[in-house]
């Protein structure tokens, strides 16, 4: 374990600090916001007198009132002004906040400590063992997933994620061991606050493109988190048998040059469908996959340098209680970094076929009148490809001679320049669906640059088009959602599934269509 130092003068420093060191008042600008949340509920933990503010009200923002946070809804100087009074204070603002926010302006003129999000939460990840999972897609599982079965395995472990577990039923615990496990974003390069130990990189593909100016840039990002891995530290990182699909990781790796710090690079991936077990493995592979309403089942080969005919091939036993192939992939990332940690693969396997997912991931929000509802933060192309793919097996009723049922995907697509950079890929990603909404497209004010952009209009238009060709339901453009409510409601049939995606407030749809179903 790293060395623990702290004083008044360290505190702007984001390396190695003793959290017993440190503010004694913090205020979070943002505090409703998934990460700042979960850093609220550290500071809590830790003693602190917490306060905060956020744009609007949510369960997010009630469960920490009941926690014993002060918190008001909108933004005010003076709520800042008051901490100029305390001893050893801290503010702390969200990247989604901006320099002209009254608190933060109020915060620079009266000289307060103050840091990003990511600068706050390394004060805490830079003072233990940390494992931090980046990646453009399944960075909030595969940290849950890791926490999870660190607890149940009997390492009280911190954590931090950018979701609320559904197991332990919080985003974030300070634990007694020197291990943490965090959720490296790459937006705003909030990652390269950490120097952690294990680093894991699920995936690498376009996105944030209203912080990076291009993919080389965002890749060079990814690059440079890769630098901030402790030597003789551990990469894994993923492979697909489909090189293409693997391009940006393979360009991030390639540029990082391992043998230098001692660091090793371990690689996961999914067999070919024709390729046999190999008898030379240098990455864990994943085979034998059988997914069903209820999650998926798999082996696993994990890596081993030699292997000769007199020597028995290992192979790992998975299961999963949460739906789709790339959880599975998830699970072996995590699995491989316990390894690490000391844990017996298998062990950490069989600790994970009892993880339940994280809120706003696949989440069944109702089930009434014959109709499933879930809820799932997917906004990336990818992710709604994955997830509606992961769909397809509720849709199967548990009787095998009753019809299967419609699966709806409702879609609000999150920042205009993301719709328009991925434009192609989002007409694609919602093949498996048998009907589409898209309501209007959610664009935080001042987050994204101006331009002219294509919308969910031209989207529908597009989905329209290539349904078509394949004989498919129509996409529908309904702008507001609470629109959509009154065609779901008019149209949702005994069996069919509803999926509502989005990284904005199109989750609240789910829950109140769930509602309306009770009592329809």
């Not at 996959?289 to 007199?310: C, K, N, Q």
């Not at 491989?336 to 989440?363: K, N, S, T, W, Y």
Request: overall charge negative; proline content about 6%.
């Amino acid at each position: 374990m790293s060395s623990l130092h702290a004083d008044a003068d360290t505190w702007d420093s984001v390396k190695a600090i003793d959290p017993t060191r440190g503010p004694d008042v913090v205020h979070l600008i943002g505090i409703g916001g998934a990460g700042m949340s979960a850093l609220a509920r550290l500071y809590i933990q830790m003693g602190c007198k917490v306060s905060g503010s956020d744009a609007s009200d949510s369960p997010t923002v009630e469960s920490l009132r009941i926690l014993g946070t002060t918190i008001q809804i909108g933004h005010d100087p003076q709520l800042v002004s008051t901490l100029k009074l305390a001893g050893n204070p801290l503010v702390v603002m969200s990247s989604a906040v901006p320099a002209t926010n009254p608190e933060v302006m109020a915060a620079y003129e009266l000289g307060l400590p103050m840091k990003k999000h990511a600068e706050a939460l390394a004060w805490f990840a830079n003072s233990k063992r940390t494992i931090a999972v980046a990646g453009t897609h399944g960075k909030t599982t595969t940290t849950a997933m890791i926490a999870t079965a660190m607890r149940r395995a009997g390492i009280d472990a911190s954590f931090q994620v950018g979701g609320e577990l559904v197991d332990l039923d919080t985003s974030a615990s300070w634990g007694m061991s020197e291990w943490m496990v965090i959720e490296a974003d790459e937006y705003d390069r909030r990652f390269l606050a950490y120097t952690p130990e294990v680093a894991i990189l699920t995936n690498v593909e376009p996105d944030h493109f209203e912080y990076y100016g291009s993919v080389p840039e965002m890749e060079q990002a990814f690059t440079d988190f890769l630098g901030l891995v402790q030597p003789n530290g551990l990469v894994v990182a993923s492979r697909s048998p489909n090189r293409e699909s693997d391009a940006g990781i393979e360009r991030v790796l390639e540029t990082v040059p391992p043998l230098e710090r001692g660091l090793r690079v371990t690689r996961y991936g999914q067999l070919d469908d024709g390729l046999d077990t190999p008898s030379h493995r240098t990455q864990w592979w994943i085979g034998n996959i059988r997914e069903h309403p209820g999650g998926s089942t798999f082996s696993v080969w994990p890596a081993h340098d030699r292997l000769t005919a007199e020597e028995p091939c290992e192979v790992l036993e998975g299961r999963l209680s949460v739906p789709g192939k790339h959880n599975i992939l998830n699970a072996v990332a995590s699995t491989i970094a316990l390894a690490h940690v000391g844990i017996e693969p298998q062990v950490a396997l069989d600790a994970m076929a009892h993880f339940h997912g994280v809120r706003r991931r696949f989440q069944l929000a109702g089930n009434h009148d014959g109709v499933r509802v879930f809820e799932d933060y997917a906004h990336h192309p990818t992710e709604v490809r994955v997830t509606l793919a992961a769909a397809v097996h509720i849709t199967q009723p548990d009787d095998s001679n009753a019809p299967r049922g419609r699966l709806w995907a409702v879609f609000q697509p999150h920042l205009k320049v993301r719709t328009e950079r991925l434009f192609d890929e989002f007409v694609q990603a919602f093949d498996a669906a048998n009907l589409v909404i898209v309501t209007d497209v959610y664009s935080p004010p001042g987050r994204e640059p101006d331009g002219i952009y294509r919308g969910s209009a031209e989207l529908v238009t597009a989905l329209n088009h290539r349904r078509n060709q394949q004989s498919e339901s129509l996409a529908r453009h309904i702008g507001e959602p609470r629109d959509a409510m009154s065609v779901l409601m008019d149209e949702l049939q005994e069996g069919d599934v509803v999926l509502v995606m989005g990284a904005g407030p199109i989750d609240r749809l789910a829950h109140e269509l769930s509602s309306k179903l009770k009592d329809r």
